[in-house]
């Protein structure tokens, strides 16, 4: 069986001990082992510091923007090969492999894009300059460096490829060297990645480094100008912000956790026109699309009471059939969830919905001859949403969601959306520019996107749970508290903002301005 290594300090490192088992989730055959035992944490964090920063600092914005053009171009000459593995080690049907390895390389060709506008410069100002006192002589200017630290990239096991490289592409971009330390369980798509770039030396020495396996002691190795960009399940983001060394030093930590995205439908639309049709299309494809393994899955469907009959019978035919099975057929529209343990937290999430509400398709029985982690798409009913408490705090991390009645007024959605305590996308879907106002007011604080669906881009609308380079990703509460992508503004985790005051000449020498 294949032994993956971690990319440290130079050099391939195979972890001592036992290790972890990789497998393939639709076979449980066992497709690697890793572990990232005896590997020297400190060393890998100086060796980021010392070696990949200086070499990405000595670069200008367009220099970066080329070396991450590279990578971008180096990863899509083996997207077969990527595809391939998405498939056996995440249980991705090939469209769900493609949303991550082509969300992967096509975020890093954004960020590509947009550090060749930034020019030769190597300091990006914030905001306008501001006169200081009664002649304009008297300057002030924000300015943004690098951290002359290294960011600790944490990821959650679903994204293997786009997860990691969405948030090196803001800090490469930056000029801030990463350590890419993915889920353990389906990391042979990273390791895979980080191969490829290795070899390609896309990338100056200590640019990247990647860990297989645990974390080990890393963060209690990392110091002030370090960052630690983690997503992954509320628990786990909540042990990282409170690790005593990354409170001590004021490690910046940014944490991009669970999150119960709703879809609201506004009332009085025609059920054959554009918008209710894109509403049932997109909730399916959002449920089912990674088999309902996206942050930004939608959990919970709000339908106005009078359509709440018809849209449940829509999207529960629509749910039926879908085929679900090992990916490697093609014909297979779902496959399973990533590990066992997933499996089993989907179906104790499940009955714990079921219990305030009703299944109205799927459930839990087993699908085929019980091999492979794999559950039905599965559609909730909760008549009382109100009342209800497990619909609003449980995120089921699969093809689940449910489905609620509400009163047909902004007030009554909003009430209900926020009641998730902070979300990452909600989606509206309607054609009235009233309802949309009043719905976008109530819901912008609680959530960090919002999706209008509407006849006007019913044709080219992506779907909620697609996140954009160019807009940011990351919510308040319970989603974590963070913000990644959104363009330029993506950097900032990166980057120190510093107030520069004095002669407006000298700040405008200086700058370039
Ligand atoms: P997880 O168990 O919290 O693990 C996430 C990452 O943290 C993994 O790389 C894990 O490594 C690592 N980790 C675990 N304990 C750690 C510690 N004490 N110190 C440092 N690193 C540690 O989450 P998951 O099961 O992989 O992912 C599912 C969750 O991620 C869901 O709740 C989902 O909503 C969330 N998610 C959020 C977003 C978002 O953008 N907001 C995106 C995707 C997923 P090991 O695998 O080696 O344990």
Same mark, same amino acid.
């Given at each position: ?15 001592? =001990?036992?290790?972890?088992? #990789? ?7 066992? &497709? ?6 005896? *590997? ?8 980021? $510091? ?36 998405? +498939? ?14 082509? =969300?992967?390389?096509?975020? %890093?060709?954004?960020?590509?894009? #947009? ?30 460096? !690098? ?12 994204? !293997? ?13 930056? /000029? ?5 330390? !993915? ?33 080990? @002691? ?32 004021? +490690? ?19 059920? @054959? ?48 059939? *879908? $085929? ?8 297979? $529209? ?15 999430? *499940? ?10 398709? /799927? ?27 497990? +619909? ?10 449910? *489905? ?15 009641? =998730? ?21 109530? &819901?912008? !604080? ?35 508290? /963070?913000?990644?992508?959104? /363009?330029?503004?993506? &950097? ?13 000449? %000298? ?7």
């Amino acid at each position: 069986m294949r032994t993956l290594a971690s990319y440290v300090y130079g050099e391939w490192v195979e972890g001592q =001990g036992e290790g972890a088992v #990789l497998v393939n989730p639709a076979t449980e055959e066992a &497709l690697a082992v890793t572990g990232s035992d005896g *590997i020297d944490f400190a060393a890998a964090a100086a060796h980021g $510091r010392e070696t990949g920063g200086p070499a990405l600092r000595a670069m200008n914005f367009e220099e970066r923007a080329e070396m991450m053009k590279a990578m971008s171009e180096s990863l899509h000459a083996h997207r077969d090969e990527l595809l391939g593995l998405g +498939v056996a080690n995440g249980g991705n049907t090939r469209s769900d492999a493609k949303f991550d390895v082509d =969300g992967a390389t096509g975020t %890093l060709a954004a960020y590509a894009s #947009l550090g060749r506008g930034l020019g030769d410069k190597k300091i990006m100002l914030a905001g306008e300059g501001v006169q200081l006192g009664r002649s304009a002589r008297y300057w002030g200017q924000h300015i943004l460096t !690098p951290r002359e630290g290294v960011a600790v990239l944490i990821n959650a096991f679903n994204f !293997p490829a786009w997860g990691w490289a969405e948030k090196a592409a803001c800090s490469l971009l930056a /000029g801030v060297p990463v350590i890419v330390k !993915p889920a353990t369980s389906t990391a042979l798509l990273t390791f895979r990645m980080v191969e490829i770039l290795v070899s390609d030396a896309v990338l100056p020495e200590g640019a990247l480094q990647y860990i297989s396996g645990s974390a080990g @002691d890393l963060l209690s190795h990392l110091t002030e100008q370090d960052v630690v960009a983690f997503t992954g399940s509320a628990k786990t983001g909540r042990i990282i912000r409170g690790h005593e060394n990354l409170l001590a030093r004021s +490690v910046k930590v940014n944490v991009e956790a669970d999150s119960l995205n709703s879809a609201v439908l506004a009332p009085g639309l025609d059920p @054959d026109g554009d918008t209710a049709r894109l509403f049932v299309r997109e909730i399916v494809k959002e449920m089912t699309q990674k088999a309902g393994q996206k942050c930004t899955a939608v959990r919970r469907i709000l339908v106005p009471s009078d359509d709440l009959d018809r849209v449940r019978d829509e999207i529960a035919q629509a749910l039926s059939a *879908i $085929r679900i099975g090992d990916t490697v057929n093609g014909d297979v $529209r779902m496959g399973p969830l990533a590990t066992s343990n997933q499996l089993r937290d989907a179906h104790e999430g *499940i009955a714990a919905l079921a219990a305030e509400g009703e299944i109205v398709v /799927g459930g839990m029985d087993p699908v085929g001859d019980g091999k492979g982690y794999f559950v039905r798409p599965t559609l909730l009913l909760n008549s009382d949403p109100a009342a209800a408490r497990e +619909v609003h705090v449980r995120e089921v991390f699969g093809p689940v969601a449910t *489905i609620m009645p509400y009163d047909g007024t902004p007030a009554a959605a909003a009430d209900l959306v926020r009641r =998730g305590a902070g979300s990452l996308v909600a989606a509206i879907y309607g054609d009235d520019v009233t309802f949309m106002g009043d719905l976008v007011a109530g &819901l912008a !604080p609680w959530n960090g996107r919002l999706y209008l669906g509407s006849r006007k881009v019913a044709d080219m609308a992506v779907g909620s749970g697609a996140a954009m380079p160019l807009l940011k990703h990351g919510g308040p509460g319970r989603a974590g508290g /963070g913000a990644e992508l959104g /363009g330029l503004s993506g &950097l900032r985790l990166y980057q120190q903002r510093t107030a520069l005051q004095g002669d407006r000449g %000298l700040l405008n020498k200086l700058l370039g301005g």
